[in-house]
Structure formats: structure tokens, C-alpha cells
């Protein structure tokens, strides 16, 4: 089964955040649609002129990274934003790849190690734009005795996202901790988002690692549930400065952004002020997520704050991805796409 999972996270590299964000992502029963949710055109990119906007090909998982693009969205079909947006929703990360591979997007947002292995299976024709979203996992439960990762020694965790970041953020946050999975934690996954939420909302499962915004959806269905650790907090304990738990990111075609550097430019710029507006107008930005399908009105408004929705690039994104990829080679090359990125995966403005 484990051989299985690793198969097809070489060939799909289907993240859970298919986890985010992560959150970055949701389960692929999740997705109702891939039609495009902005108005515009889809007509292959062009050089924009004075008298044109240029036309930028989006997509992005429902999910965290979706959450980010809400104004930029609203915006396109308001005919304000700087370039001509098609913007279209997926449910699953093999979708996204099935798209960049054939060059039927320009820019897509995606888990970060899937962002490495599609720079590796393109040979390099995919670059890392941005950080979009942290770490989104929580380790939940509705005891008191879990106050600190020491405190699992000799418990049982349930968790999704087996042979992708979940796991791998669990096995290296319990390891700097000096626990050893199966010898002083048991860790037992469970295939799908969804159904580890009713297992702990119903009580057969104790401890529980989930995504947002499936944690929030499970503490609004069962008060008693609360977090008990914030595994991004946990992460930055033992990491220190050298690296983030980082779910979420842009890639961009590599011949697309030399291309159309100038529009390119404009638009991480409209993206990063769009995270803003979702971090800062959770409210109003949780009535676009409704409108464009993301997730409903309510659980996004309550979501928001937990999402971890960020923009980092240039230099500070250079300085803190090397070493949360070295994590996951380290604990599995396959997760990177078999070897380490080169400098020119990283898009420099």
C-alpha cells in the first residue's frame, strides 16, 4: 500500500493539500468544477501593448491558496486589475499538473514540494514565484494532557496526508523532539481529510493532525474539540531561522514570466496585496470565497485567521525554502521529484 502511495506521489505528486495548505488544497471529491470562475478570456498568453492587458492563464486549488486570490479575482471582473485574468478552481494537485505540463496555464498556485517536482519533471522549465500559505496543520484532540510534542510520547495520532508533507512534518517535528515514530508514538493515517474530521468529532479517534480548513470544521461541529499544538509553531521551535513548514506557493512557466516580465511582475504584485485583503477583511473576503466557490461564507470567515495565508518572495523566499526541501528529500527524494532544485528554480524579479 505504502509502495503504492509513493508511486503515485512521483507521477502526480497529489499533495494533501490536495493539505494545504495546505489547506493548500482539498480532497479531490471536493472539486465541483474547473471551468474558469473570472471573466476572461483563455486564449493563449500575448505580450500586452498599450492599448491591451496581457492575458494571464490562473489556477488554483479550492482551499488556502484560492483564499489569497479573492481580490485579485474580484478586481479581473471588475476590469481593474493590471492584466486579463482566466482564473480556474481545481480539486486535486494532478489536475494543476496535468495543466502546467501541457501548457494550458501560465501560473498556478500549489503545494511547495509540488512546485519542486514539476521544476524537476519539466527540467526546469517551472519556477517558485512566492510563498503563499504556511503551515496549516494542527494536532487536535478534547483532553488537557497534550501540552507540548513530549507529551505524545506513548500516544496514538491519527493523521492524513501519508507520504506527503503531513507526514513528513510529523516524523521531523517528533524526531528534533527525540521521539521516534512507532517506537514512542504510534502514528496511523487515515486516507482522507473527511473522514478523519468525523472520527474525531465522534470520538474514535483522541488525537488528530488535520489541514484548515477542515480543523475549523470540526471544532464548530464539536465545541469539546479544541488545539492542543500548532504544528507550524512546533516547526519553528526545532527549525529555528533556517527554514519554514510552508504548504502553499506560486509557480509560474519559466518562458512565460522572460516573456512578460513586466506583467508578471504586476501581478504578484495585485497577488500580494490580495492575501493582504483576506488577512485584514476576513469578513468580506469569506462573501467572495462563497460567490467564487471556494468554501461557504461562514467556515471561511472562521477559517481565515488559522489559513496562514502569507506572500514572501525574492530573497526571503530564497533564504527559507532551500532547507524545508532538504527536509522532505532527506525524509524521501521522491517528495522533491527525486533531487534538489537549482538556483534557477527560484524567480527573481
Given at each position: ?19 494545504a ?14 471551468a ?13 501593448t ?5 492575458k ?11 483564499l ?19 482564473v ?26 509540488l ?23 494542527s ?13 505524545l ?26 521521539l ?17 474530521a ?44 533556517k ?15 522572460e ?62 525554502i ?28
Amino acid at each position: 500500500m505504502r509502495t503504492k502511495r509513493m508511486t503515485a506521489l512521483t507521477l502526480a505528486a497529489a499533495l494533501f493539500f490536495s493539505a494545504a495548505a495546505g489547506c493548500s488544497g482539498q480532497n479531490r471529491a471536493a472539486s465541483s468544477s474547473t471551468a474558469p470562475v473570472s471573466s476572461s478570456s483563455s486564449a493563449a498568453p500575448a505580450s500586452s501593448t498599450p492599448a491591451e492587458k496581457t492575458k494571464i492563464r490562473l489556477a488554483t486549488l479550492k482551499g488556502p491558496t484560492g483564499l489569497g486570490m479573492l481580490k485579485l479575482m474580484s478586481d479581473n471582473d471588475a476590469k481593474t486589475a493590471a492584466n486579463d485574468y482566466t482564473v480556474t478552481l481545481v480539486g486535486s494537485p494532478d489536475e494543476i499538473v496535468s495543466k502546467i505540463s501541457t501548457g494550458e496555464v501560465d501560473v498556478a498556485a500549489v503545494p511547495t514540494n509540488l512546485a519542486a517536482t514539476l521544476y524537476n519533471k519539466t527540467n526546469g522549465k517551472v519556477q517558485l514565484a512566492a510563498v503563499n500559505t504556511l503551515g496549516v496543520l494542527s494536532l487536535l484532540t478534547s483532553e488537557d494532557d497534550v501540552k507540548s510534542i513530549k507529551d505524545l510520547k506513548g500516544k496514538t495520532v491519527y493523521s492524513s496526508g501519508q507520504g506527503s508533507i503531513p507526514e513528513y512534518a510529523i516524523n521531523y517535528i517528533l524526531k528534533q523532539n527525540g521521539l521516534e515514530v512507532g517506537k514512542d508514538v504510534t502514528v496511523k493515517y487515515v486516507t482522507e481529510h473527511a473522514e478523519l474530521a468525523t472520527q474525531i468529532i465522534s470520538g474514535k479517534a483522541s488525537l488528530a493532525v488535520l489541514p484548515e480548513p477542515y480543523v475549523t470544521q470540526v471544532m464548530v461541529k464539536n465545541p469539546k474539540i479544541k488545539i492542543a499544538l500548532n504544528l507550524t509553531e512546533e516547526w519553528n521551535k526545532v527549525a529555528g531561522e533556517k527554514s519554514v513548514l510552508t504548504m502553499g506557493c506560486l509557480i509560474v512557466q519559466k518562458a512565460f514570466a522572460e516573456k512578460n516580465k513586466d506583467a508578471f511582475n504586476a501581478f504578484l504584485e495585485e497577488y500580494k496585496a490580495s492575501a493582504s485583503y483576506t488577512n485584514s477583511s476576513a469578513a468580506d473576503a469569506a462573501a467572495l470565497s462563497e460567490k467564487y466557490g471556494i468554501m461557504p461564507k461562514a467556515i471561511a470567515q472562521k477559517a481565515i485567521p488559522n489559513c496562514n495565508i502569507v506572500y514572501m518572495d525574492g530573497a526571503e523566499m530564497k533564504s527559507k525554502i532551500p532547507d524545508f526541501l532538504n527536509v522532505l528529500f532527506q525524509a524521501n527524494p521522491k517528495s522533491v521529484g527525486g533531487k534538489l532544485p537549482g538556483d534557477d528554480f527560484y524567480y527573481e524579479k
